[in-house]
């Protein structure tokens, strides 16, 4: 069957850098999504990733290994708006989305 | 700013009562899709829709059917709700092309809970 690990729930110090990340077991690979999703509200789009490597944007960056079928999330200099749930979803042969349950993400300052 | 709009926030319904939930989205996107979200689950898809008037089953359609007559909207019908319907209902809608049906745009979601 298809399977998207990652963990329920991470703490993390304002200011500080966290690691997210994402293990995946899916029919074909046709990238790998990160959505950030604050409490209450809707999934909004991070990043995409379809080659290995890091793609970094501002604070956030994700990396993939393919051959791994392992991704994370890093955030830099935390802040406090950043707690919210960080949801990872890969892209399989059909195209269709396949969804990890989420990592709750709780900053402290 | 890109809009797409779910008619309503919550909803309390009877086991047994039809329920309709409407998603509008002011993008031009061909791709629409409907979810459910339950705490310690995934997002699970319920349908989706590639142009008016069609549609597909996604990974858990029983219970539900959809509709799409205008290209904008995209309508979810729970024809006799049920207690395991209890769920917060999530619309997306995105381009077609590989990267961009993955790259989805939400409603503020539906929470929908039968008694």
């Known amino acids: 069957g298809q399977n998207i690990d990652q963990p329920t729930e991470m703490t993390a110090t304002e200011g500080a850098i966290v690691q997210i990340n994402c293990t995946y077991q899916t029919s074909g690979f046709n990238g790998l999504f990160w959505y950030q999703q604050h409490a209450g509200e809707a999934p909004t789009f991070l990043s995409y990733?379809?080659l290995d490597g890091l793609e970094e944007k501002g604070r956030f960056s994700s990396f993939l290994s393919r051959s791994k079928g392992y991704s994370y999330l890093l955030l830099k200099e935390l802040q406090m708006k950043d707690s919210a749930s960080y949801l990872c979803a890969v892209m399989d042969s059909n195209y269709q989305l396949i969804w990890g349950a989420g990592t709750k993400l709780i900053i402290k300052p | 700013d890109v809009k797409v709009t779910q008619s309503s926030r919550y909803l309390v319904k009877r086991t047994g009562e039809k329920v309709f939930l409407e998603c509008v989205q002011d993008m031009d996107h061909e791709n629409m899709f409907w979810y459910r979200q339950d705490p310690g689950l995934g997002l699970r898809l319920i349908y989706f829709?590639?142009?008016?008037?069609?549609?597909e089953k996604g990974d858990i359609p029983e219970g539900y059917s959809v509709s799409r007559e205008k290209k904008e909207r995209f309508s979810l019908i729970l024809e006799s709700a049920s207690t395991n319907q209890t769920s917060m209902y999530l619309c997306?809608?995105?381009?077609?092309?590989?990267?961009?049906?993955?790259?989805?745009?939400f409603g503020e979601g539906s929470r929908l809970t039968v008694l």
């Open positions: 997306a809608s995105s381009f077609p092309g590989t990267e961009n049906t993955g790259e989805l745009f």
């Open positions: 829709s590639y142009d008016v008037k069609m549609k």
């Open positions: 990733n379809v």
